[in-house]
């Protein structure tokens, strides 16, 4: 008889811990797989990624808004020496210092036609990313880029990107006329 109490209180604990309804890991951002742990697992960065890939590549720019203003913490910032001089701001300067900024910025700039995943790797609450990109602008030379998410493991919320691409072939593609020092 003990034994059999035991595993009704065994099966009961694990019931109460498994059920996401009591609070425990719970996001405000739909669809983001749910786990104990304070770290991330594999799954909950490949979908982190795929969500901001679809933020960045997606044609309806509304959409690409509505989910990253979910996807995306208060808090958010983003750096990119990558970016910052294609737009002729410092190098080490923050690119984007706050959520709204974002979104604005997101809202008029154009999609990425098409991206593709090298590899995701995941730590306690970071995420690395490395991608190839094709298709931008006058799609001269594919651009080879990495991210690096810092997020929150229970929510599934991105707090900071650092962001980092080939930003010479990027500035071709979009027009740019690059050309060697003389020898």
């Not at 951002?29 to 901001?52: H, M």
């Not at 933020?55 to 203003?69: G, Y």
Request: proline content about 7%; overall charge negative; aromatic content about 10%.
């Amino acid at each position: 008889m003990q034994i059999k109490s035991l595993l009704i209180a065994a099966a009961a604990a694990t019931t109460t811990l498994a059920n996401p309804l009591l609070g425990l890991g719970q996001s405000t951002v739909p669809g983001y797989p749910w786990g104990l742990g304070s770290c991330l697992t594999r799954q909950q960065a490949t979908w982190i990624v795929q969500q901001f890939k679809s933020v960045i590549t997606n044609p309806n720019r509304d959409a690409a808004v509505k989910l990253a203003s979910v996807l995306l913490d208060d808090s958010f910032s983003e750096t990119s020496d990558s970016i910052n001089v294609l737009a002729g701001h410092p190098q080490g300067s923050v690119t984007y210092d706050d959520k709204q900024t974002y979104l604005t910025g997101l809202r008029g700039a154009p999609p990425i036609p098409s991206m593709t995943d090298y590899d995701i790797l995941a730590g306690c609450d970071s995420i690395y990313w490395f991608w190839l990109a094709d298709g931008i602008g006058r799609d001269i030379s594919p651009v080879k880029g990495f991210n690096r998410f810092r997020v929150n493991p229970k929510t599934g919320e991105v707090k900071t990107v650092e962001i980092e691409f080939n930003s010479i072939a990027w500035g071709r593609d979009i027009g740019w006329t690059c050309t060697p020092p003389p020898e």
